[in-house]
């Protein structure tokens, strides 16, 4: 459709997404952000973001094969 073509020519978006590890719905959002071909994931911030938070981030990003700077929030 029309509407396909025009979205798919523009550039991806940037984005930095905010998440909670104890929320499913973030875990499936990042996998959802991380694979859209419109998306440019800049960074991943993980509130609490203790050491096993960010460890389970970054094991979903290398089973996604993808390099995303991880920060952790309080």
Same mark, same amino acid.
């Given at each position: #459709?029309?509407?396909?073509? /025009? =979205? #798919? %020519?523009?550039?991806? %978006? ?5 998440? /909670?590890?104890?929320?499913? +719905? +973030? @875990? %499936?959002? *990042? =996998?959802? *952000?991380?694979?859209?071909?419109? @998306?440019? *994931? !800049?960074?991943?911030? @993980? #509130?609490?973001?203790?050491?096993? !938070? ?8 290398? *089973?996604?094969?993808? /390099?995303?700077? @991880? $920060?952790? $929030?309080?």
């Amino acid at each position: #459709s029309k509407l396909y073509r /025009e =979205c #798919s %020519m523009k550039p991806p %978006m940037k984005f930095v997404f905010d998440m /909670e590890t104890a929320d499913p +719905d +973030d @875990v %499936m959002t *990042l =996998c959802m *952000l991380a694979t859209h071909p419109r @998306v440019n *994931l !800049q960074a991943i911030t @993980v #509130s609490p973001g203790g050491p096993d !938070q960010v460890g389970l981030i970054k094991h979903i990003l290398k *089973l996604l094969n993808l /390099e995303i700077p @991880v $920060g952790a $929030g309080t």
